[in-house]
Nanobody
Framework: QVQLVESGGGLVQPGGPLRLSCAASGSILSTNARGWYRQAPGKRRELVAIIIRGGSTNYADSVKGRFTISRDNANNTVYLKRNSQKPEDTAVYCC?????????WGQGTQVTVSS
């Protein structure tokens, strides 16, 4: 059983920074591949960033150059640092494993980008 707890969301102005955290516990290795997903109202869930064993990362085109995924293996936590945020980044953000091997979803953290 894996438990995922996301935090760090809130209201942020366009262009502002924000860092999200995803703490994992249970039957999970700290080096497991992890991804950040987002879902805006009325839209499908979107995978925006991944980090795999060894630390390699990949990003959706919509966030490339603005978001950075990283991990702290000692604390089994994955982060999503966000810069140059846009109103279209407004969504509920969740973390999980890669598609096809999902654990139970956490509650996510709401990010609203608005002036």
């Amino acid at each position: 059983q894996v438990q995922l707890v996301e935090s760090g969301g809130g209201l942020v102005q366009p262009g502002g920074p924000l860092r999200l955290s995803c703490a994992a516990s249970g039957s999970i290795l700290s080096t497991n591949a992890r991804g950040w997903y987002r879902q805006a109202p009325g839209k499908r869930r979107e995978l925006v960033a991944i980090i795999i064993r060894g630390g390699s990362t990949n990003y959706a085109d919509s966030v490339k150059g603005r978001f950075t995924i990283s991990r702290d293996n000692a604390n089994n936590t994955v982060y999503l640092k966000r810069n140059s945020q846009k109103p279209e980044d407004t969504a509920v953000y969740c973390c999980n494993s890669l598609p096809g091997s999902w654990w139970s979803w956490g509650q996510g953290t709401q990010v609203t980008v608005s002036s």
